[in-house]
């Protein structure tokens, strides 16, 4: 299972990095004009994005980070 998650995160980067580049060379929507436009449309979506990042990190490194030090 550990290999499908590795490869889900690699393809997720591999898609940002051709979609930026696509965006790029072609003159289309970046992913941060995209989110700078979303912002502006909904402006409590970075406190939404902040809050969701904080739980999943406490979720996933709450009391495990430090273990092996």
């Known amino acids: 299972m550990n290999l499908y998650w590795t490869i889900v995160l690699l393809a997720l980067a591999v898609a940002m990095i051709a979609g930026e580049a696509f965006a790029l060379r072609t003159g289309c929507t970046t ?13 409590p979506l970075p ?3 902040g809050a969701t990042l904080g739980f999943f990190a406490a979720h996933f490194w709450w009391g495990g980070a430090l273990v092996c030090y």
Do not use: H, M
């Open 31 to 43: 992913f941060s004009r995209y989110v700078w436009n979303a912002s502006r449309a909904w402006p």
């Open 47 to 49: 406190l939404v994005v």
